[in-house]
């Protein structure tokens, strides 16, 4: 189906009545010929052959009607190509397809262009960011995809730019610079564009940065208008209202005094948008720092506040950026409870009323269900195991905290579920209209919050959460490993919005697994950590398909059509935050995941095959001996857990992506190892130097603790064991 059939045929929708509103629809700025117009793109639903938006509809259901590849064909799908990638970083984007043609974007924020058929190349295009942006990334080098308006592609890259491609040639249109680049600020989520407003946030919170969401010209790149999710520490007579609303939960003089602390509150991924209502919904993530005892301590010294708008869903005018309403899931956040996860629009009858629902599962591990037009509470219960709360109250839709896991209230350590990774992070859910069942990439892994004593900002480098990240790593056979390892859990939830319960429960074998696709053959697809690529029943949940993907899969899958034959393609390539921070030796003793980053585009009847993985090297945990004194270790320790944690985890386990530095040859010498960290030997590959946040002795005693890490978990190993090598 070409661009200007789907055109003709959505201006016949409309002149039928069923899309409202036809001065929103054939708004200023709507595109001709064949480039994505507003009608499409409010029409999306209607256009099952293309997806020509992040979530395929602005309601973000990420439900495709397509029902060729159903429950009684699926066991005929097969691989119909791949595409290998040049980036061995996690893979996190949702592809386009329009007219026969797929685009997507990698790590690194490349992009690529495919025939969606073949699988031949069109065009690539390389940002070129530059290699140290990756200390500035709290959760890899990954990005989420592309927006699409008239004949341009639109991404955000990871050093702060928003780009315009032809789409045709993958040329450069125009190109913005959004952010403050002096400071850490990152872009992975993928953007939208609304009426040729193309709307973009961006990340950072983990570094003292202050949130807000922008919207630029599709046509040149201008900036039209900018929203600040937090106030700035002084908020003048001109501030807008919503803003002096927000000051009056902070502690004012604390983000005064110091603007390294920046409050946070990034919008890193989750929009929708209603255009009957004209609302778009942004969805908040954390505090800068994490711990609200530094962020915004009352006079005892203690946490206080609620601290708007973080870790909110808030709706705004997409035309002006004007604030309407806001609900805030978790008040005075200090776990990094985000509310940037998936938000999803639906309609749906509710006590025996029709409602217009929006619906999340962010990270603090309940299910909210809200009234889109208003932003009232309506219910929420847990999708998955929590401690820090009993429940929400019915009433005022505020959570009824336990008291003991308010570690800016006592001070003291607390292991806490969900823990900072939450419940469900940015994988995508997925709705289906005919099962009335919304599907929740679902995990559990507790974290141990333990405030860090006399804790600063730092402007440079390094995690600013006001925790202690390396709090009880040793020993490593009976600290923090063994229990957080214990709380370790994967599933695919499938959820029922209205009675607020799971219908069924798929129990896989660890976190962090892929987004979803639900159909309309019934099917619900979804990657695993277990490097496999599943198709399930939509009404049970039985699995009724796989594929051996040879690498973990966190990518939503989309599906599509060439020449009316039905397509499922999806990006692979394990990474994100759980891959950096995960126990890699934990991982590895059950099976090892790699990254191999690659395309897989699946038909009935496919019989491409994937090469066969070349066999894994073999690299044994051998240091040099540990012989520095226990006063060196211990600062090397604390050092370790806030500046090298994010990349190289906790406890200096190593993880299943980035470097074990417990096998780094650098160990040996101490010359080579402050060449890395100090003078940013490697910086172009990712290893920024740490110049300005450490000194050379206080590198000197990472080295030292490494070394000790390295040789106790030596110890734990069978006699001849060696580890794979990625």
């Known amino acids: 189906m ?32 064949d480039g994505i117009t507003t009608a499409m793109l409010v029409g999306a639903d209607g256009d099952s052959a293309n997806w020509i938006s992040h979530g395929r509809t602005y309601s973000e259901q990420r439900y495709s009607p397509l029902d060729a590849v159903n429950r009684d064909t699926v066991g005929q799908l097969g691989l119909a190509w791949s595409a290998d990638m040049d ?54 080098v990954v990005n989420r995809g592309l927006a699409a308006w008239g004949d ?45 407003k193309v709307i973009i946030g961006n990340g950072g919170a983990e570094f003292g940065v202050r949130g807000f969401v922008a919207a630029y010209s599709a046509d040149d790149g201008k900036q039209l208008w ?39 509150g990034t919008v890193w991924d989750s929009m929708a948008y209603d255009p009957d209502l004209d609302l778009l919904y942004i969805g908040v993530g954390n505090g800068s720092p994490w711990n609200r ?36 899931t978790t008040p005075g956040e200090t776990w990094d409870y985000t509310a940037t996860q998936h938000i999803m629009l639906a309609d749906m009858d509710i006590d025996g009323k029709p409602r217009k629902v929006l619906m999340q599962a962010p990270k603090n591990g309940f299910f909210y269900v809200i009234d889109r037009e208003t932003g009232k509470f309506i219910s929420a219960k847990p999708y998955v195991s929590v401690n820090w709360a009993s429940g929400i109250d019915p009433k005022t839709g505020r959570p009824i905290e336990n008291p003991e896991t308010r570690v800016d209230r006592t001070g003291k350590p607390a292991l806490v579920t969900p823990g900072a990774l939450g419940g469900h992070n940015w994988h995508p859910m997925a709705y289906s209209p005919s099962e009335k069942l919304v599907y929740i990439p679902a995990f559990e892994a507790g974290m141990m919050y333990a405030p860090e004593a006399n804790w600063k900002p730092d402007r440079t480098r390094g995690f600013n959460v006001g ?54 053959g019934g099917l619900v697809f979804q990657g695993t950590s277990g490097s496999e690529f599943n198709a399930y029943d939509a009404g049970t949940g039985k699995k009724l398909w796989s594929f051996a993907a040879q690498t973990g899969v966190v990518a939503p899958p989309i599906t599509y059509t060439v020449n009316g034959e039905q397509y499922v393609a999806v990006l692979a390539g394990w990474g994100g935050a759980y891959a950096l921070v995960l126990d890699g030796d934990l991982l590895k003793r059950k099976a090892p995941v790699r990254n191999v980053s690659r395309l897989l585009v699946f038909k009935l009847g496919g019989t491409a095959k994937l090469p066969a993985l070349p066999a894994l090297s073999e690299l044994p945990l051998d240091p040099p001996p540990s012989t520095a004194a226990p006063e060196l270790i211990a600062l090397g320790q604390a050092k370790y857990a806030r500046y090298c944690s994010v990349c190289h985890a906790p406890g200096a386990v190593g993880s299943t992506v980035l470097p074990d530095l417990r096998r780094s040859g650098a160990l040996e010498n101490a010359q080579a190892f402050s060449a890395v960290v100090y003078d940013g030997a490697l910086k172009d590959n990712g290893m920024a130097s740490f110049k300005g946040s450490l000194s050379k002795d206080e590198i000197e005693a990472i080295r030292a603790y490494v070394i000790k890490r390295a040789n106790e978990d030596k110890a734990l190993e069978p006699a001849g064991r060696k580890v794979a090598r990625r």
């Open 152 to 196: 341009k592609l639109f991404f955000g890259t990871l050093d702060g730019r928003l780009i315009a491609l032809d789409r045709e040639t993958g040329n450069v249109a125009w190109e913005t610079v959004t952010v403050d680049q002096s400071k850490s600020y990152t872009i992975t989520g993928a953007p939208r564009v609304i009426d040729g």
């Open 467 to 520: 925790f202690n990240l390396g709090a009880g790593d040793l020993p490593p056979d009976g600290g923090f490993r063994k229990q957080v390892a214990g709380t370790l859990r994967g599933m695919l939830v499938a959820w029922d919005p209205v009675a607020q319960k799971p219908r069924w429960t798929v129990e896989h074998p660890g976190p962090w697994n892929g987004g979803l696709l639900a159909t309309g």
């Open 2 to 33: 070409t661009f200007k059939r789907w055109a003709a045929g959505a201006a016949l929708l409309l002149s039928a009545g069923m899309v409202a509103n036809c001065s929103q629809i054939f708004g200023e700025g709507a595109g001709g010929g």
């Open 87 to 140: 980036t061995g970083r996690g893979q996190e984007a949702t592809p386009l397809v329009m007219d026969g043609k797929l685009y997507l974007t990698t790590a690194w924020s490349k992009v690529k262009a495919f025939d969606a058929a073949t699988g031949a190349k069109l065009w690539e295009y390389d940002p070129k960011v530059p290699g140290e942006t990756a200390v500035k990334a709290c959760c890899d």
């Open 226 to 264: 900018k929203f600040y999710t937090v106030p700035e520490g002084d908020e003048g007579a001109d501030a807008p209202a919503y803003l002096k609303k927000a000051a009056e939960t902070w502690n004012m003089d604390v983000l005064a005094a110091n603007d390294a602390i920046g409050g946070g």
């Open 293 to 328: 005892a530094y962020r915004s301590p009352g006079k005892d010294g203690k946490g206080e506040g609620d601290n708007l708008y973080l870790s909110s869903i808030v709706a705004i005018r997409p035309k002006t950026g004007e604030y309407v309403w806001h609900y805030q």
